[in-house]
């Protein structure tokens, strides 16, 4: 009889030489944390080493691999500072060069081969879920994985020509690198470790096949200083580097409310093929180097996140790594323990195994004294300072922080700021964010008033395609009968998903829809009108306009004629329309026109219904000289509205704290 697979189709990677990835006994890395995991899964009976089916083999990573990140000197000075018998000076010269002399990351014994390893887990693990050569053959697609995990893995710090953080070789960065080589690939990588993931961003910078986002401590406190919202990326890549610095002792519900404000948004406008995340637990509230103060309950929020992210963005394909985490017994085994048991739809049990508890919490108390001291510089509350005995940690072992609702304000401006700078107006308006009721909120019955009448118009264009329906303020229920024609895919870039978007959207109480359609029900354009949003807070009634037409149907006059029925309603002086960001987005790449060229045609579209060009301070425009922010002032708008929004213009006050 055939052997049974595991229907979730998940693996875990993990060799013995992954435990001699140890810098010194005094040091805060220590491979027992993951000695310690493997012993908490095999003894919850969650994983089997011996078992094939959930198990993928390492191997070392070939100098051609390591070099898709790292330098030819840098590789070939990890090597020499392996050997045991290198002369002092000689070790002293490189280990200067390349990063190992800081005492942050001193050089080990047999590095280069323990290093490698990592390299090569992570990379097989990546190729595997991607179905390349190098993550191995398997005799059916159901035996092939779809998530894998490597706890040992995460070393983010890494940069291409020296070591920094506690890791020597970037072994995401390193996996990513291969499969861009070897396909085209969209990559998304979330790293949710307190320490902003710097190595990895650094590496694909430049790149907009890789989306890195960065859920950290912020750099004014925190090691290695980076990790900042204005950090976007540059040339083609601008807009791909994703950072959301949290201030410190950031709690479980600032966390979570922060992650459900930005990921499905991003992540939809990116459309990524595989997901790997790095699940670094020193965000957690007993964790001796950071400042952040998160539970279990934060914790098993971000896995979860991802797992859904895997399965709606990438087909499932989904590695995780470890990373960071420094309270080695307490923590680290059960937040990699969940999120193992995540990937493998596996319950954990309430209660840790009690011969677990009893062989690791002896290794606890001999580090404990240090551990506490730690905490006690850090600043973190007083808190019951014992060894768990639950999976899940207990409310009451955690005193609330005293500054909790500044520290949940502070957090939700960098959110809002994020969103207002890398999500396109489209996907921020089908994700609107929980916000203040609009002064024009129930447009819809504003602008019709006798509610007997059909409340939307209608009109048909002609084009030399064929017919076009034109509809505003378009019901949810029209939506779902319609279906997004195959070019319009400038935001989500899948037309299923640009679909979805409208239909959010059409469900929003304070947005306006107005949708160009073939009499078939394909639609081919669309308008919206939705509140501006947190960047602009103190300006009353003003809106922001997007529009979007299909690769397909363009240089028909669609665009002009249908931004002019949308706008054309009296209702609508009453307001400031803007529009901002034109450029960032990735639809000119399928224009065929340079990006100063797109620019042009949507200022002189919007030209069309009484918009013009502002200067403006708006990082969007700023940051980017492609950009432009054009705007239509009403008629009967107040004048001390207008001059808010005019001074708005020309002022940078949400930037003042990055």
Known sequence: MAEQFPVHRARLVFDPIELQY????????????????????????????????????ARQASDAELGLIHTPDY????????????????????????????????????????????????????????????????????????????????????????????????????????????????????????????????????????????????????????????????????????????????EDDSYIEMMDELLMPLVTGFAPDVLITQHGCDTHAWDPLTHLYLTTRGIVAQIKSAHQ??????????????????????????????????MSEQQVPEQLPWDWVERWRVEWEKDRARTEMAQDVMGKPEAERQFPSTFLDQAGDFPAIFRRAEISHTNRLTVGLVRHLVVPPTVRQAFARTRPRSPLAGLFDLLHLNKESVPSRSRTLSTRGGPILMRDFCPPSLVERLRAESGLRSFARIPEREHQLLLEIARGSDCALALAHTPTGEIVGQVTIAPADDWWEGV??????????????????????????????????????????????????????????????????????????????????????????????????DKRVTSRFLNRLLSSSNLARL
């Not at 081969?113 to 053959?137: F, N, Y």
């Not at 861009?180 to 979330?190: N, P, T, V």
């Not at 420094?326 to 193992?340: I, K």
Request: hydrophobic share 45%; with cysteine.
């Open 540 to 637: 009353d009634n003003l809106y922001e306009v997007a529009v979007e037409v299909s690769a397909n149907w363009r240089q028909m006059g669609i665009a002009r004629h249908l931004l002019a029925f949308a706008l054309e309603l009296d209702a609508l002086e009453d307001m400031i329309l803007f529009a901002i960001g034109l450029s960032w987005h990735w639809d000119p790449e399928g224009a065929h026109i340079s990006i100063y060229r797109y620019r042009e045609l949507l200022v002189k579209l919007f030209a069309t219904q009484g918009f013009q060009e502002y200067p403006t301070t708006e990082p969007n425009v700023s940051m980017e000289p492609a950009n432009v922010l054009v705007a239509r002032i009403g008629k009967r708008v």
């Open 75 to 250: 590789i070939a000075a990890v090597r020499h500072l392996s050997d045991a018998t290198i002369d002092q000076q000689e070790h002293m010269r490189l280990s200067m060069r390349y990063g190992f002399g800081d005492g942050d990351t001193p050089a080990l014994p047999d590095m280069h081969r323990v290093c490698a390893t990592i390299a090569g887990g992570t990379l097989v693990a990546l190729s595997a879920v991607m179905g390349l050569p190098e993550g191995g053959s398997f005799a059916a697609e159901h035996e092939a994985p779809l998530h894998v995990f490597h706890p040992a893995g995460g070393l983010h710090h890494a940069w291409a020509e020296r070591a920094s953080g506690f890791c020597v070789y970037n072994d995401a960065a390193i996996s990513i690198a291969h499969v861009l080589r070897a396909s085209e690939a969209k990559i998304l990588y979330i790293d949710f470790d307190a320490h902003h993931g710097d190595g990895v961003q650094r590496a694909f910078y430049d790149d907009p096949r890789v989306m890195t986002v960065s859920f950290h401590e912020t750099g004014r406190y925190l090691f290695p200083g980076s990790g900042e919202v204005l950090e976007m990326g540059v040339g083609s890549g601008h807009g791909y580097a994703v950072n959301i610095p949290l201030e410190p002792f950031t």
């Open 309 to 342: 992210l895997a399965h709606t963005f990438c087909g499932g394909r989904w590695v995780a790594l470890g990373g960071g985490g420094y309270d080695l017994y307490r923590v680290v085994p059960r937040a990699w323990g969940l999120l193992w048991a995540e």
């Open 22 to 57: 140890q810098f010194g006994l005094e040091h805060p890395l220590q491979p027992a944390r993951v000695q310690a995991l493997i012993d908490l899964l095999e003894r919850a009976n969650l994983w089997n080493r011996n078992d094939v089916r959930t198990r993928l083999e």
